[in-house]
């Protein structure tokens, strides 16, 4: 297969070797080491986020059990796929991206013959080709249509699952697998035309399907209506895999511009893009589409920013369309945006955390100026009024500072009031002013500034730094988290200079062994999962920057590249010795905001 197809350099095994990802047109998936299919997601109206997946159902009892959660997700990287049954005949394997966006697997067996597949997203289905080996190939393996199981290490409102049970029906060489209390269907085309069967039990249901021997591989569709579904099928069946292949890998060199040429950087956008879910016009984005395919407006805002950092026509267009779910289809009950949500807008976890109301502003903000989209704006105007009205409302009297029920780690606060998400709101109002006049937001962006730098100025060990938290009533809490980003961006948007002596003591603080449960080995992390984390490598470049540091910026890129994995994803969290992923193989943030980081360097 690979005649005739020009690969670039095999990944690295050495790197970490995980699941290699793919998506689009509204669906997302991976595969294994071995090319074999682990999940395929897409977006349902009811339930958020449904998968076709060999993994076993989450255990509900273990859902507020941190330690049950973090075995569940690791054992996601590490899972055999559905695909053809090799045995122990595999003598070696090399993994490719090509494009750096499409899962190419090629596999030696012991007599010397080598098996090569390729999948991709393509028309709102899955493509997966198969060739060589022998033939006809055997695909083995347990399957299931599920919901996703939203796997969360500090759960904020479990979402009942919905049963788990697999009918399952063959017959013109077509397979479809249903989940009845989803209405979902799954159908695979290109098995052996002779075989007819059905079957149905609970839990997921384990197969043994011959490849027709004429099939280049097999075709995966979503559905609602199993009959639909099946002609859908058999007309997409009939698609130049080649042909559909040679386009999707066009369009990708085509978009890809000279500045994501490191992995990192173009994971950061590809992945983004890839997460965007279709909600009618709306997108929402989700944190990643294995572990957590649940949106935050944090998150989200990051993968925003480096879609609209890329320029790219189509990429620029998700931002206008994630602004439309984000006001118009997300609930915001009493006002304010929840902590996370399905990605058909219900909150998913109902806590506060105040830069999640701040977010979406200045993502739209940034939209308008970038793109002199007006007609957003139009658009939005009455709900960005609401937003703020609900911002607004929540501020408290006494000290003019707002308050908030969580870090942006999820974590409970030590003291109400949180020092980089009021950085944020200066940042919003600074940006909203001269896009709507119902508000003086220039005076407001000043005041705020002037109390918190008045509020959260301390002293520690007879160093003036900024406190992480306060009561606004004179106790602190001194320490800083890597997801805390528009702290080392302060200098960068003027909340601060770059030379103020408080700002540098307190990033010194930050990265120094002071910073109890938020420095490890010299690298940020977070007392969320206690490892060097990757978004703090990230921020590391930012204050590299402000420091005018070269060699700086050069050792964090270092770290972070370290902290990669063999397709450029970065991780959570990752042993700050070795760079082993502690936490999450699958986390969007950080990638983007790298991208962010190399496609707009001021």
Same mark, same amino acid.
């Given at each position: ?19 290699? &990802?793919?998506?689009? +047109? ?52 590490? @899972?055999?796929? #559905? ?31 080598? /098996? ?12 997966? !080709? ?44 077509? @397979? ?29 249901? =384990? ?69 965007? /879910? ?9 944190? &990643?589409?294995?572990? @957590? ?14 879609? @609209? ?12 369309? +994630? ?5 118009? =289809? ?39 100026? %970038? ?53 944020? !709101? ?13 508000? &003086?937001? %220039? ?33 602190? +809490? #001194?320490? +800083? &988290? ?24 307190? /990033? ?12 490890? $080995? ?6 969320? =999962? ?22 700086? %910026? ?37 990638? $983007? ?10």
């Amino acid at each position: 297969m690979s005649a005739g197809i020009d690969l670039p350099q095999p990944l690295d095994p050495a790197q970490g070797v995980k699941p290699l &990802d793919f998506g689009g +047109h509204g669906v997302t998936g991976s595969v294994d080491p071995l090319g074999r299919l682990i999940a395929l997601n897409t977006f349902h109206p009811t339930h958020g986020y449904v998968t076709l997946t060999v993994a076993q159902p989450f255990p509900e009892t273990e859902r507020y059990n941190p330690a049950a959660v973090r075995a569940y997700r690791a054992g996601l990287a590490a @899972l055999d796929g #559905f695909g053809p049954a090799f045995g122990g005949s595999v003598r070696s394997r090399e993994a490719y991206l090509l494009e750096g966006a499409i899962p190419h697997v090629r596999l030696t067996l012991e007599d010397g013959s080598t /098996v090569e597949s390729t999948t991709f997203a393509w028309g709102g289905g899955v493509i997966q !080709i198969w060739r060589g080996g022998v033939k006809p190939l055997r695909f083995v393996g347990t399957l299931s249509v599920q919901r996703c199981t939203y796997t969360q290490l500090t759960e904020g409102g479990p979402v009942a699952m919905p049963p788990v049970r697999t009918r399952a029906a063959l017959f013109d060489g077509v @397979l479809t697998l249903e989940n009845p209390a989803l209405y979902t269907t799954v159908a695979i085309a290109g098995f052996e035309p002779d075989l007819v069967w059905q079957a149905e039990q609970d839990g997921p249901l =384990t197969l043994d399907l011959p490849l027709a021997p004429d099939a280049p591989g097999l075709i995966f569709v979503f559905g609602s209506d199993p009959l639909f579904t099946r002609e859908d099928m058999l007309s997409m069946a009939q698609v130049d895999v080649d042909l559909a292949l040679r386009r999707e890998r066009r369009e990708w060199v085509a978009r890809r511009p000279p500045d994501a040429r490191d992995p990192v950087v173009w994971r950061g956008l590809v992945y983004g893009e890839m997460l965007a /879910v279709p909600v009618g016009e709306p997108l929402c984005i989700l944190t &990643d589409h294995m572990l @957590l395919p649940l949106s935050w407006n944090r998150d989200a805002y990051y993968v925003a920013r480096a879609l @609209l950092s890329w320029g790219d026509p189509a990429a620029v267009d998700i931002v206008r369309c +994630h602004l439309l779910w984000m006001f118009e =289809t997300a609930d915001r009950p009493g006002g304010a945006w929840g902590r996370c949500y399905l990605a058909n807008g219900r909150v998913k976890d109902p806590a506060y955390q105040l830069d999640q109301q701040v977010f979406p502003l200045i993502e739209l903000a940034e939209y308008v100026a %970038e793109t002199g989209h007006g007609a957003t704006w139009e658009r939005l105007r009455g709900s960005v009024r609401d937003v703020l009205r609900a911002l607004l409302a929540r501020r408290d009297s006494v000290t003019g500072l707002f308050p908030t029920d969580e870090t942006p780690a999820d974590d409970p606060m030590a003291f109400p009031f949180h020092f980089s998400s009021h950085i944020l !709101i200066w940042r919003a109002y600074k940006l909203l002013n001269g896009l709507d006049d119902s508000l &003086d937001y %220039e005076a407001l962006a000043d005041e705020i500034r002037e109390r918190a730098l008045v509020a959260f100025a301390a002293q520690r060990d007879d160093v003036p730094l900024f406190a992480y938290a306060t009561d606004g009533a004179g106790q602190v +809490h #001194f320490y +800083h &988290d890597a997801n805390d980003v528009p702290l080392v961006l302060a200098p960068s948007w003027g909340f601060v200079k770059p030379d103020d002596p408080v700002w540098r003591a307190t /990033v010194d603080f930050a990265f120094s062994p002071a910073n109890v449960g938020g420095c490890y $080995a010299g690298r940020l992390g977070s007392v969320h =999962t206690r490892a060097a984390w990757p978004l703090g490598d990230a921020q590391d470049i930012i204050v590299a920057r402000v420091l005018k540091d070269p060699d700086r %910026e050069r050792r964090a890129w270092d770290r972070l590249h370290a902290a990669a994995q063999w397709d450029g994803a970065l991780p959570e969290a990752v042993d700050p010795g070795t760079n082993a992923v502690a936490s999450r193989h699958w986390f969007a943030w950080p990638n $983007a905001l790298a991208a962010w980081l190399a496609l707009d360097p001021v």
